[in-house]
């Protein structure tokens, strides 16, 4: 449950409004006249985030965003400041809370770090026995239920503050350039060598 002493924001950080944003390496391509283009990721603002809690920040995807089958790795740039805390990336089937998903869950730095998620090893966790509570675990990547890459309908970020954090967390974590990649050459499906998602469009709060 939420305490009434945490708080939760869902923003967007660019480069032309916030003198504090850093973009990640070589995310920012000059115009024609040689001037920065426009560049922005997500923030995930929150305060007060207890032990075992987590922020979730959510987006549906299109027709276009649900086949992951086509490629070989899902990758996105993530930076925290404090050094502290935990964040996760979540693939669901659906936007419902007891929807089947994927997920992977990775530590917090200070300062920009890319994660580079392989497909191959989401799905092969289905092959695991699940624990009690109907999740298959190995190392950071886990699933609950029966998700299919072919149709995923919800698309997660978000934030944990793991048992060891106490008594409370605060941080503000950014997100930028979720993409698909490495296309996969031994399938017939018609796919593009790259495919970017906009995070920027998370805004709903779950």
Avoid: C, M
């Amino acid at each position: 449950p939420v305490d009434s002493s945490e708080e939760f924001h869902i923003t967007v950080k660019n480069n032309k409004d916030d003198y504090d944003y850093e973009p990640p390496l070589n995310a920012v391509e000059n115009d024609e006249n040689g001037h920065p283009k426009f560049e922005q990721s997500l923030a995930l603002n929150f305060t007060n985030l207890k032990p075992g809690h987590l922020a979730l920040a959510q987006r549906n995807t299109n027709d276009r965003e649900k086949n992951y089958t086509g490629y070989k790795k899902l990758k996105i740039w993530v930076k925290g400041h404090s050094g502290q805390g935990k964040f996760l990336l979540r693939l669901a089937s659906t936007d419902g809370d007891s929807s089947p998903f994927y997920q992977y869950t990775g530590s917090l730095t200070a300062g920009w770090e890319e994660l580079s998620l392989n497909l191959e090893d989401l799905s092969s966790l289905k092959k695991l026995v699940p624990d009690s509570l109907g999740f298959r675990s190995q190392g950071a990547y886990a699933v609950k239920g029966t998700p299919n890459l072919a149709n995923i309908g919800a698309l997660y970020l978000g934030v944990l503050n793991p048992d060891t954090l106490t008594p409370f967390y605060s941080d503000e974590v950014w997100f930028d350039n979720l993409r698909l990649d490495e296309a996969r050459r031994d399938r017939g499906t018609a796919v593009i060598a790259s495919a970017r998602i906009g995070v920027a469009d998370l805004l709903s709060l779950s």
